[in-house]
């Protein structure tokens, strides 16, 4: 989404229903801003159902003060305008009250955003503003202060969260990133402990930038053209179903033995069109575009594995917590489990940095999943479609087994009934 080509009101249309459609706000909570060029700050109205926000609801105060509109700005307007004046580089401002990250308000923690790579990347160092009455001027203060040191990702005590950015898309990246790591731990603490990456580990997987050689095609095949097509739909899928986020997830698939097509590095997910998507083919990627750090990896893996033709990596909130506390993940829940997913392997962080051989050698077409802990979840698979519902089935599973946890002791099916499964639906050992 570019925001220099679009109106902001349509931005803010745009990402409000995002947020609230994503079950991150409510219809009465929750408010977006945007300051143009000229200083106008665009923002949500009051009292205005946040589930059927339209272009002509968003209100304009103009820098003397004057509004345009046909309703009220939101009441939290006095700390939009509080953030824009003490920092000149903010260009957008988020406000919601998302349940996971209300709960650690609530009690007074700041969600560690160590758990995952990118997170404290994306986020920076998280800040907390101490309570103040919603739309007073207090609250604005102590927001502001907290923004004036350089945070841009503020927790608000018994309250929710502010995020800004240089575009809006920024700040929502920011915001769904944080939500997401509170919901992880959260999760993860019905089964365990969840661990925080050291400095160093972040410091080398944010640095990793591997770099392709670039050829320009000299044809897209029909073939090619389909698989393009698919890919986008089952990525805006996996967006849709929380398997994605804006910024995490990736997606290859084989053209021919020696291409490959893979999602771009650094593009919104849900914005991802059939031109994004990037041909890689002998080692070399189409010019003009930027690979996901990963497609070295996945080259390895066609490489190694003719029989696979899919690849995908993601980030689904419940199997993650798995990847976060190090517990293993059974799939001797229900019989589909076992059989779409067999033994998923638990592989140490930095694998698919430092030691890519490791993963090549843990997966399969008999063994089609494996967890890189704080990291992601690999699935691998004939197609598209296969991968995916594996992926999906996957965090289905981890619903299950978390949730067990909370009702009593967890009975999976026994090694007789596992061998049982093996015959009945021909699985081969690796």
């Known amino acids: 989404m570019n925001d220099m080509l679009q109106h902001p ?85 988020l406000h919601a009250h998302p349940p996971a990250l209300v709960s650690f308000s609530i009690v007074r923690k700041v969600p560690d955003t160590s758990v995952l790579p990118n997170a404290r990347y994306i986020c920076g160092e998280v800040g907390y503003a101490p309570y103040g009455i919603p739309g007073s001027e207090q609250l604005g203060r102590n927001i502001a202060t907290v923004f004036e040191k ?21 700040a929502f990246k920011r915001f769904e990133t944080l939500d997401f790591c509170a919901r992880l731990i959260i999760q993860a603490n019905t089964i365990g ?15 990793f930038r591997p770099t392709l050689a670039e050829f320009v095609p000299d044809h897209h095949s029909s073939g090619e053209i389909d698989l393009r097509v698919l890919m986008v739909e089952l990525i805006k899928r996996s967006y849709s179903k929380m398997l994605f986020s804006s910024t995490e997830g990736t997606f290859s698939v084989q053209v021919t033995r020696n291409s490959f097509l893979i999602t771009p590095y650094g593009l919104d997910r849900k914005a991802v069109t059939v031109d994004d998507l990037v041909l890689v083919q002998y080692g070399k990627c189409e010019a003009g575009k930027r690979p996901s750090r990963s497609a070295r990896m996945h080259e390895a893996i066609y490489a190694a594995h003719p029989e696979l033709n899919c690849i995908i990596m993601a980030q689904p909130p419940t199997l993650m917590s798995f990847a976060v506390t190090g517990i293993p993940f059974d799939t001797r829940t229900i019989p589909e489990s076992y059989i779409l997913l067999r033994d998923v392997a638990m592989l140490p962080f930095g694998t698919q940095y430092r030691d890519i051989r490791a993963l090549v050698n843990a997966l399969s077409a008999r063994s089609p999943m494996a967890i890189i802990e704080n990291e992601c979840v690999v699935s691998v ?7 995916f519902d594996r992926l999906e089935v996957a965090e289905y599973s981890a619903k299950a087994l978390t949730s067990a946890r909370v009702l009593g002791e967890l009975v999976p099916i026994n090694e007789e009934q596992t061998a049982d499964l093996r015959k009945a639906f021909h699985l081969k050992d690796r």
């Open 9 to 93: 009101k349509d931005i803010i249309t745009a990402f409000m229903e995002r947020i609230y459609h994503y079950g991150m706000t409510t219809t009465s909570g929750g408010n977006l801003s945007i300051k143009d060029a000229d200083g106008n700050i665009w923002i949500t109205p009051g009292g205005v159902d946040k589930g059927t926000l339209t272009r002509n609801d968003i209100m304009c105060v103009r820098p003397d003060g004057s509004v345009v509109g046909r309703h009220k700005p939101s009441s939290e307007y006095p700390f939009h305008k509080a953030v824009y004046d003490c920092r000149p580089d903010v260009k957008a401002v």
């Open 150 to 170: 350089g945070f841009d990702t503020v927790l608000l005590e018994n309250h929710g969260v502010v995020t800004a950015g240089g575009s809006l898309l920024q």
């Open 193 to 207: 402990a969840p661990r925080s990456l050291t400095q160093e580990q972040l410091d080398f997987a944010n640095s």
């Open 381 to 387: 698979g004939e197609t598209l479609l296969q991968a």
